[in-house]
């Protein structure tokens, strides 16, 4: 094939997220991360002989607030199989999940497409299953050992149609899919935790041509930086190998975000036969109408509508409407000092500029913000009312932010309080022209940069704490 | 007091009104397991902590705690229910190692109306088979003839209480288990409405099929035994609740008007003669008693068997993979690989039936053969309950035989499964259709073996199929007959 050709990158990705109950699936054990290995569990989610089976209800709850919220069908009569294989982290040997009656089908969201239009990822079907256990292994005595804690934690499968055509793509897909089970309180979506991992199925095509490629399933990426990589990875070497005239291999590989490589784990004839038949322990479980209705009135507002209603209402810009909504946590910082009464611009502007630069300075997600969100109401009133000025405010809240500190005391312990007393701040100024002679005379001749200068000067000797008009005013006035 | 006539509610009576002592009564019955079971081998465990547990059921039974009427009577339960701390092998080199942390809920009930289980009895591995013997623990022997086998998979349950080794049973039926083996060993056994009683703590065969149920000496003990276990379970997703097993309507029932239909269907080709003539007899019995008894047609018979050994092996096959030598039960010394750790821990630890059953269930539900098997055994199974649905807006009871023979020699069917499978036509329907049935014994062939007749009831009808009974046990003595090898010995 001419190395001239362009391709198209066809993705598609099945999402499994681990539901927010607080017990599993099928017994009473806790869902908890975490814990000594083998102690979150019992004879039901380690399978021993003669355990059977009890759904949690709040499974089918949760799961039906996804699907609602995920523009699905739910489906009225579900049933669950079993999917058989054997592993050592699968006790029963096989996993309770759904294939035939999936819980909701034909479901989308609306992202934006590359070319800066709205695009709608098409949502296959969603279904729920229970989780596996871990295998560690250990290399000091060269064997593997089982972790059955997180056996039995529920999950919901997101199967996605192939809509996606760039990574950008599946990162707003997977940015608005995370905001929205967080928002609906479903999951907490934590990808390090393994709360949130997507599955991608990728293949190349042509440009303009019709028939999809032989696709690949790439699966080991915890973090969306990762899934990038991974895509680009993964669409290169399925390029590479066609522009050398060769095939690409139906098969399941792992990416090594370490090697920035991924790996074939197993080739479509190693395929196992999952042999899935109707689950006997389980009876159907029946969705009334009445029920969709009360759990659709019980969704708090989504995300789009929230943007949507930041825009309108609130009067601010696309951008930043669409930024805060990403996150239930940006959205709970803004919303909790809205509630209390700070202007919603400026709320915004802290939030898109100081928040979101700490977060990404640090590398952390806005879940991981731990200060207590009403600080960063008390630090804007403190500005307002110019009891420190912006610049000190910016520095509080670094403290605020990494350390949690309330930022009331800060100031006070720090005694970063606005100089208010004109005679105080006139007298600091005089000391600083005195001292700058060449620079007064520089200014006198015509350089705006002394005045610069000395306004600096002036700020350092007031130690930031004077609101720098007031301080130019002073300064002017001095210098004739 | 001739212990070795009572029943279990004669001895529950005979304890309550302190005419004998809890203890008393499992001395006599360990004294029998002593005597009898080298013969029969219907044991696969007797625990050792019987006498101390009678001694705490006397207790409770002076103190008014223990009321029931089967309070401190001896019994056995099946090797596939979990008791906790005993070993539970479901006959399996397997599970030869297994003891369970927890109890299934069937034993948690029996204990609680104070039972005093004296351990665990023998089955075909996995409950898979015909004739006990293909129990990793070796074949269990037919009190009326040692020679031949007691029927299975409950062959350990209805030999023991026909050899009066114990006063009743815990047994479970997935296609007969419980209704065969009583009719080979001349016991009364019957298999409730699926869901009546909690699986749970059942070691599962086949999820949708398998069903706990009492084999006694007669109806009236096995509807005590039903009252205590027939309780809905929230541990067990399929267990309904259901109005239970009325002993005082059992008692008191007779089959005056009763309209009892018999399906000529199942007296074609493959029945005995002799096994035939025992299940006429006993309609003219219940005739005579005032029943009304017609034949009808019920072709779907001829699904039974492939629909059954399709369904039931399927589920077998996913039910048995979580024996694979990881974290519990058998397994093989060596193995290179973890591949090779399961293949050699199961092939090892498994019989040739349950392998047999296990490739059977894996072939139905492989990918492209789902559709021409699992899924028209689904369909036959849903014709076959609507005949039944059928049959009962005319009938109140159906009546034919239990199996085709009575018991058969030991070793004859085991080199030739198909035809062992065939020897289930009669049974498995009850289980694909998930009704209530009983076996009844109601005569003896001219080798002295003893014929059971199969009285099948609309779903939750258990108080009028072992009211029938009952009715049917006043006016005959087939029951009360004692094994020819206890009278030999």
Redesign the interface.
Known sequence: MAKTTSWEIVMGLEVHVELATKTKIFCSCTTEFGGAPNTHCC?IC??????????NKAVVEYATKAGLALNCEITRYNKFD?K?Y?Y?DL????QISQLYLPICRNGGIEIEAENGGKKVIGIHEIHMEEDAGKLVHDPWTDSTM?DYNRCGVPLIEIVSEPDFRSANEVIRYLEKLKAILQFIGVSDCKMQEGSLRADINLSVRPVGSEKFGTRTEMKNMNSFKAIARAINGESKRQIEVLEDGGEVKQETRRWDDNKDASFAMRSKEDAQ?Y???PE????PIEISDETIEQTRNSLPELPEAKRQRYVSELGLSEYDASQLTTSKYLVALFEQNLEAGYPAKELANWIMGEVMRLLSDSGREPEDMTFDYSYLGLLIGMVQKNEITRNTAKKVFKAVFEEGCDPVRYVEEHNLKTVTDTGAVKAAIQEVVAANQKSVDEYKSGKEKALQYLIGQSMRALRGKADPQTVTAILKEILG | MNLETMTALELGAAIKNGEISAVEAAKFSLGQIDKYDKKFSCFVTVQDDVLQRAEEVQKKISSGEYTSPLAGVPMGIKD???QKGIQ?S?GSRM?SN?K???S?TAVEEIMKAGAVPLGKLNMDEFAMGSTSETSFFGATKNPWNVACVPGGSSGGSAAAVAAGECFYALGSDTGGSIRQPASFCGVTGIKPTYGSVS??????Y???LDQIGPIAHNAADCTAVLAEIMKQD?????SVATKGADLAAVLNADVKGTKIGIPTDFFGEGLDKEVAAAIEAAAKQLESMGATVEKFDMPIVKYAIPAYYIIAS??A??NL????G???GYRADDFED?LDL?TKSRSEGFGMEVKRRIMLG?FV???GY?DAY?RKALQAKALIKEAFDKAFEKYDLILGPVAPTTALKIGENLSDPLKMYLGDIYTVMMNLAGLPAASVPCGFDSKGMPVGMHLIGNYFDETKILGAAHAYQQVTDWHKRKPTELVNM
């Not at chain 2, 699986?199 to 599962?204: N, P, S, T």
């Not at chain 2, 993979?321 to 694979?324: E, F, I, L, N, V």
Request: proline share 10%; with cysteine; net charge positive.
């Open positions: 004879p380690t399978g021993m002989p003669g355990v059977l089976p009890s759904l079993r058989n054997f050592p006790p029963k040997a096989y089982v036969d042999k899935y038949f006997p322990d389980l009876i | 596939n229910m979990c539970t479901c599970l297994f369970p942390t927890y299934a699986r749970f703590g059942l070691v599962a086949a999820s949708s929230k541990k067990d997703n399929t399927a589920e096959s996913s993979s979580r024996y694979d990881i974290k519990y973890l399961y894996c539900l492989s990918s789902y699992y």
